[in-house]
């Protein structure tokens, strides 16, 4: 008599990637084995739930899936959002499918954002500085000003950082604002793989009682009731939102 026989999936790990490091722009393969009867489906999704982005044929452009059914999942010119931890999911229905976690992780030397290159402020007022990092391996983060001393978190500076991934969002903000603190700025980033820095120029905003020139009247906010200032700004083409810089 012929007998059916099911055997439940079982991944092979000597056939298995383990995690996976490139650099950003290399190839990668994900690569997933298991053995069962009857054959087992190999599916690949994200653990943060996240699509898989596969990049186009010669485009720089992504196809997001939910998830990718074989037994190698190749990754092209491989991007930092690719970045992550991927199931590699064996069933045939048998129970129990089985899976194994594998991580991608991509490498490149930092990048530096600055929302706000030139800021102004009144005396006195606590000031805010920020700069966005993109970079991995793990970075050194820190302020200098006017290209000279490190600048240390502690009664006169409030040093803040964020990290998310390979994203960082670095803050400084001056305390009690004065003429001393007034001169350029630099968010520096390093890691093995390189070095980059943002530029912030911080300025003073003189406010003055009420004057006959309104082109560059504004209420300050918290400011006397009912008492109109005037903006005077540096000679320069600048568009500021004010309520970036100053803090009520």
């Known amino acids: 008599m012929f007998h059916l026989f099911t ?12 995690d996976v490091s490139v650099q950003e722009l290399e190839n990668a393969t994900l690569t997933c084995k298991a053995t069962g009867h009857p054959p087992p489906k ?5 653990e943060d739930h996240e699509p898989i982005l596969l990049k186009k044929p010669l485009s720089r452009e992504f196809d997001k899936v939910e ?9 092209w010119r491989v991007d930092r959002r690719q970045m992550g931890a991927f199931l590699c999911i064996a ?3 048998v129970p129990p499918a089985v899976s194994k976690r594998i991580i991608l992780l991509v490498n490149f030397a930092p990048t530096v954002k600055v929302p706000n290159q030139l800021l102004g402020a009144p005396l006195g007022t606590d000031v805010k500085l920020k700069c966005y990092v993109e970079a991995y391996p ?13 600048l240390l978190d502690g009664p006169k500076y409030t040093i803040r950082e964020e990290k998310s991934s390979y994203k960082v969002s670095m803050w400084l903000t001056i305390r009690q604002f004065s003429k001393s603190d007034i001169g350029t700025y630099n968010c520096v980033s390093t890691n093995s793989l390189g070095k980059s820095e943002g530029t912030l120029r911080l300025y003073e905003i003189k406010l003055n009682s009420y004057s006959e020139d309104f082109s560059n009247q504004i209420s300050v906010a918290g400011g006397p009731p009912k008492l109109k200032y005037c903006l005077h700004l540096p000679d320069v083409n600048l568009s500021l939102d004010y309520k970036t810089v100053y803090k009520e």
């Open 7 to 18: 055997v439940p999936p079982d991944i092979v790990s000597d056939d298995t990637s383990s």
């Open 42 to 46: 190999i599916t690949w999704r994200r």
């Open 67 to 75: 998830s990718y059914v074989g037994s190698s999942l190749p990754l």
């Open 91 to 93: 069933s045939n229905d």
């Open 138 to 150: 793990n970075t050194i983060n820190y302020w200098i000003k006017n290209r000279g001393e490190m």
